[in-house]
């Protein structure tokens, strides 16, 4: 028997028990530097456009890239429509390849789904291709959106990737940032940070790659903001926060 489809309000209630009776995590400055048991993970990053992923969680990326982990960006779109006077086309070849700059920045392998900017969805089709995106993958750790957000590409990268690792067998584990908060992302809840201090150079450089987004304005006006924040909170000097999905998974994120 087919199993009924999620709305995306039931999925986002989903989202929101299994980490309801989970109180933030902080962590401090390399607390856990070992690797897990199973050797070299596989983390994926999944970003709406290009730049979210390096917006979102560059900092912590940085970090499994620099343990020796396997990191894959994959980017739902190629950002078409985030470039005024381009085509489509133009937009998409100059964002890509700001996207294979910030990639080698930190050390990942960049992925395209092949969604289009500013039409991105979140259907049964489009979740089956991100199952098969990720099967290939095949990931340990997975980053991705958290859900409410003010772009609709976000929220469907967001439940597209919620959605494909839900029918994974293997579940990885799984994490949600935020982008822009106080601007895109609402009603964001920590409980879990990683200290990135020793990533933020790498971090920044990995946005300035995006020059054709006004990297720089947007680092000074939000994200030097956050990290700083996050970083008051987590007690380190700069800090990404995620959402912690799995309640099974472990208080630190694996292999860090």
Known sequence: MRRPELTRRELIKQVAVWGSAMPPLRLGA???????AAGRLRVTCVGGHPDDPESGCAGTLARYA????????????RGERGIGGKTNQEAAAIRTAECEEACEI????????????????FTRARVDEMQKLLLVENPDVVFTHWPMDTHMDHQAASLCTLRAC???????????????TGSQTFGFSP????????????????LFAHK???????????????????GREA????????????????VELPGL
């Open 235 to 250: 007690g380190v000097k700069a800090a990404e926060a995620f959402f912690r999905v799995n309640r099974d998974q472990p």
């Open 30 to 36: 390399h607390q856990s530097q070992s690797k897990t």
């Open 166 to 180: 839900l029918a994974l067998k293997t579940r990885p584990q799984l994490y949600l940032f935020e982008v822009n």
């Open 66 to 77: 620099e343990s020796g982990h396997r990191l894959t960006i994959v980017y739902l779109t």
């Open 212 to 230: 054709s987004q006004n990297a720089e304005g947007i680092w000074k006006n939000h994200h030097e903001v956050i990290a700083s924040w996050r």
């Open 106 to 121: 930190l050390g990942a392998r960049a992925v395209y789904a092949g969604q289009i900017d500013g039409s991105a969805d």
């Open 191 to 206: 409980n879990i940070y990683v200290d990135i201090t020793g990533t933020l150079e790498k971090k920044k450089a990995a």
